[in-house]
């Protein structure tokens, strides 16, 4: 599976962007898509997980109420629409696509497959 993570952007605070997801070689169907971020000399956090069969979402505290996961099944396609940024939102934002179990979708180390990277920067 080949994943390209996109939508990163300079934004001012309050605004929104949607990051992309999309993946080659390998539908999605069976695998949870998770976005984590790191941000320079901070450990890379986790974001918000999607779990392709069922459809159910879940979010860090940190963005829950502000970002939101959906999916275009026809594009093979994760979208994850984040808004009222915030400086403390600017990250190098990454797709994984992995088979974890519910309780470890936060967990990086569950993930095998990794785009790319996209940087998001959120001015104050």
């Known amino acids: 599976v080949q994943l390209q993570a996109s939508g990163g952007g300079l934004v001012q605070a309050g605004g929104s962007l949607r990051l992309s997801c999309t993946a080659s070689g390998r539908a999605f169907s069976g695998y949870t898509i998770a976005w984590f971020r790191q941000a320079p000399g901070k450990e890379r956090e986790f974001v918000a997980a999607?779990?392709?069969?069922?459809?159910?979402?879940t979010y860090a505290d940190s963005v829950k109420g502000r970002s939101t996961i959906s999916r275009d099944s026809a594009k093979n396609t994760v979208y994850l629409q984040m808004n009222r940024l915030g400086p403390e939102d600017t990250a190098v934002y990454s797709c994984a696509v992995g088979k974890p179990i519910l309780s470890s979708q936060r967990d990086y180390r569950q993930f095998y497959y990794w785009g790319q990277g996209t940087q998001v920067t959120v001015s104050s």
């Open positions: 999607f779990r392709w069969s069922g459809g159910s979402s």
